[in-house]
């Protein structure tokens, strides 16, 4: 083969693989790109001494959207929140969609003010946003994080069951406001 064809061959390849770690909705990581580089990540950083955010969250009310308004409606929300999130990640950290309305970011832990801050940043920017492409609702999201021990072994999966957990709290608590 020439030269030509074998590079041609390598850049398809490199799409073909792109596509397999990421949503085609999103163009964020998927969940085979999360188990591809989110450990990675996280023992770089305990390699250099550096703790790791984990913020887990989920998109309130998608069912209801998707039941109510159809799905091209969820897929806007869903598209809506991905660029709220994608927004807020440093050039060190990833955005992913684990699932239907769930994602997860991995970045450089700033201290808890910074994520609280983020985190009410993201929230009007779904606000905005949802209004701004006239979704029937004001789309919400719930959270929940935790920090990496900066050191170590990395627990990838008790992280992640801690940050969900500590996200269906803020859901829980969100749900009883609203009531």
Do not use: W
């Not at 072994?153 to 940050?163: G, Q, R, T």
């Amino acid at each position: 083969a020439s030269l030509y064809q074998k590079e041609c061959l390598a850049r398809a390849n490199e799409k073909l693989s792109d596509l397999s770690v990421k949503d085609a909705l999103t163009g964020l990581y998927n969940r085979l790109g999360f188990g591809e580089y989110a450990k990675k990540m996280i023992a770089k950083a305990h390699k250099e001494g550096r703790q790791m955010l984990i913020l887990y969250s989920d998109l309130d009310m998608l069912k209801y959207l998707n039941d109510t308004y159809g799905h091209e409606i969820g897929d806007e929300a869903i598209i809506c929140a991905s660029k709220g999130l994608k927004e807020h990640v440093t050039p060190d950290g990833m955005c992913f969609r684990l699932g239907g309305d769930e994602f997860l970011i991995i970045d450089r832990f700033m201290g808890d003010e910074a994520v609280t801050s983020i985190i009410a940043e993201i929230r009007k920017m779904l606000i905005d946003g949802s209004r701004e492409i006239k979704l029937p609702v004001d789309l919400s999201m719930s959270f929940g994080y935790v920090v990496t021990e900066g050191q170590g072994e990395v627990h990838l999966d008790e992280y992640i069951s801690k940050a969900d957990t500590l996200m269906y709290e803020d859901k829980r608590r969100r749900r009883k406001g609203r009531i």
